[in-house]
């Protein structure tokens, strides 16, 4: 991608600006979000005009002015070239995501790890996916098989958008989604001992609800899809350095654990990567 952008902008930018441009950009359906290095984002419009010119079926083009950051997981973004508008659809394995950029997560580069779960996933399980966003983990399970998916989201802009997902993908009978904290939604009785399956996608924090989740797990077992970010010199020993942090966490509690799968979902800054751990956890 970053070749390409950078041939479309060869003797349009100079060519120490070209060097600088960072290696890609997200396609979210007709929507580019690119993030521009300080010293070359005097010439944001004329990336923005460029991209849009080139780009086949392009509407809008916005640059990222920050990482994503805060509870819901933001990312602040300027309209830089084409249609001002921050809602598009996005469509992967069949299945279509209403997104609003602006005001919920969502990121094109974790449809592998989508895949990947709703891969393994039976479909007798019910599963509970505690930071939903507009619902993607879950409409690309129930669409392959899962058969019952509980959502929970503290953005409201995210649960309106997961549940218009799952009526825009026929899965109203498969999946619910919940508005709030998952830490006091989950505190209810109704939920303990229930779930074959939870993924805490919330890699920043996901260690903090370890001890909600864990309870609302079938105790006879059930697996967990555990995220987190691991600060490592070389990728070569994320998953050892990940797994190692998962034993820290579990070191206290008295249940049985076995750790099934660990690996790089993707790299999210120099030397950072987001990481997946499955485990299967048993409380009897
Ligand atoms: C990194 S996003 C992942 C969203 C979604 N799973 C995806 O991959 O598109 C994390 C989500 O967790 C939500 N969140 C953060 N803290 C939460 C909490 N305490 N309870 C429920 N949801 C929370 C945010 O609003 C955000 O939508």
Do not use: W
């Not at 060869?10 to 600006?17: A, H, V, Y």
């Not at 640059?63 to 933001?74: I, P």
């Not at 507009?134 to 503290?154: L, P």
């Not at 998952?182 to 920043?204: G, H, T, V």
């Amino acid at each position: 991608m970053s070749k390409y952008l950078k041939s479309l902008l060869r003797g349009i930018l100079p060519q120490n600006e070209l060097e600088m441009l960072y290696s890609s950009y997200d396609i979210i359906g007709d929507i580019a979000i690119i993030k521009i290095p300080e010293l070359v984002v005097h010439n944001k419009y004329v990336i923005g005009k460029t991209m849009l010119k080139n780009i086949k079926n392009l509407k809008t083009v916005l640059m990222q002015r920050n990482s994503v950051s805060g509870e819901y997981r933001l990312r602040e973004v300027e309209h830089i070239a084409g249609e001002e508008k921050y809602i598009t659809v996005y469509k992967e394995f069949g299945c279509k995501f209403l997104v609003n950029v602006a005001t919920s997560y969502f990121s094109p580069r974790l449809s592998t790890e989508r895949l990947r779960i709703a891969n393994i996933v039976d479909k007798n399980d019910i599963v509970l996916n505690m930071f939903a966003g507009v619902g993607t983990f879950s409409i690309v399970m129930a669409k392959k098989k899962s058969s019952k998916i509980f959502n929970v989201d503290s953005n409201l802009d995210a649960h309106i958008l997961s549940n218009l997902n799952t009526n825009l993908n026929g899965l109203k009978d498969r999946i619910v989604s919940l508005h709030g904290d998952a830490r006091k939604i989950l505190q209810s009785q109704e939920y303990k001992n229930k779930f074959d399956r939870i993924l805490l996608p919330l890699p920043e924090k996901a260690h903090e609800f370890l001890d909600i989740a864990v309870p609302c797990l079938k105790p006879s077992g059930g697996f967990l899809h555990f995220f987190s970010h691991i600060k490592s010199e070389t990728k070569k020993n994320v998953v050892s350095e990940s797994e190692k942090n998962i034993k820290r966490l579990f070191s206290k509690d008295d249940y049985d654990y076995q750790i099934t799968h660990t690996q790089v979902v993707r790299d999210v800054a120099p030397r950072i990567y987001q990481t997946v751990t499955d485990l299967f956890i048993m409380r009897e």
